[in-house]
């Protein structure tokens, strides 16, 4: 029940493209969900977050939409750039629970 | 930068042996959170500190131990090291026992040979 499912494993996307990573969680407690950028040899660093009273969040390039009743959340990467090569996780937190449990990660790589 | 320090940044260690893994939390950060990052299994919480006091627990093994001290340090403690505990560990931050807002540090990469 605590589990969050992040699909795909790895991806390749083309520049000026649109990168969707997709998490899916089945604990309805939780009610903040982050997505976590993390370069080789660093530690993750937050990148946006949502929580689950608006469907969408935008910052920039990057766009979370939320599914409550679906119980599914992504990550939309707009006209990507060989910078935003990195590895992304999704988590997800609740109230009162303030441990973040994480998604497997999703490599993803940008190439010219 | 996020304002977590973590030493080392690397430890090369036998199996068998003990290691000590140091945490700084961002000024005036109360939470400190550890996590094990291996190649199969992503990022696992292992355990919570809140001011001083254990908050949570997850998947940490008995083998490991940590603190949190007054001036809200923390320490995590490997003992009896085996060569699967070979992972990076990350410690993170958070404002207060509610803020689900983490800030991870660099990590601490970890080789039992």
């Known amino acids: 029940q605590q589990q969050v499912k992040q699909s795909p494993q790895s991806l390749i996307v083309q520049k000026g493209g649109i990168s969707i990573i997709n998490c899916a969680y089945e604990?309805?407690?939780?009610?903040?969900f982050p997505w976590y950028q993390q370069f080789p040899g660093k530690g993750p660093a937050l990148l946006i977050a949502?929580?689950?009273?608006?469907s969408e969040k935008k910052e920039g390039r990057f766009t979370i939409s939320f599914n409550k009743s679906a119980k599914q959340f992504s990550l939309h990467i707009m006209d990507s750039q060989p910078g935003d090569s990195a590895t992304y996780f999704c988590a997800a937190g609740g109230l009162g629970n303030e441990k973040l449990t994480f998604g497997t990660g999703t490599r993803l790589t940008i190439i010219p | 930068d996020s304002g977590v320090t973590q030493t080392p940044k690397h430890l090369i260690t036998a199996t068998g042996q003990r290691v000590t893994l140091r945490c700084s939390p961002r000024s005036g950060d109360l939470s400190v959170y550890w996590y094990q990052q291996s190649l199969d299994q992503g990022l696992q919480f292992l355990i919570q500190?809140?001011?001083?006091?254990?908050?949570a627990k997850g998947n940490i093994l008995e083998r490991f131990s940590a603190q949190q001290f007054p001036d809200l340090h923390s320490e995590l403690n490997l003992s009896s090291l085996e060569l699967g505990d070979s992972a990076l560990y990350f410690c993170?931050?958070?404002?207060?026992?509610?803020?689900?807002?983490?800030?991870f540090g660099a990590g601490t990469r970890l080789s039992v040979l």
């Open positions: 993170a931050s958070s404002k207060s026992s509610l803020s689900n807002i983490q800030y």
């Open positions: 500190y809140y001011n001083g006091e254990e908050r």
């Open positions: 604990n309805t407690a939780f009610d903040y």
């Open positions: 949502i929580r689950p009273d608006v």
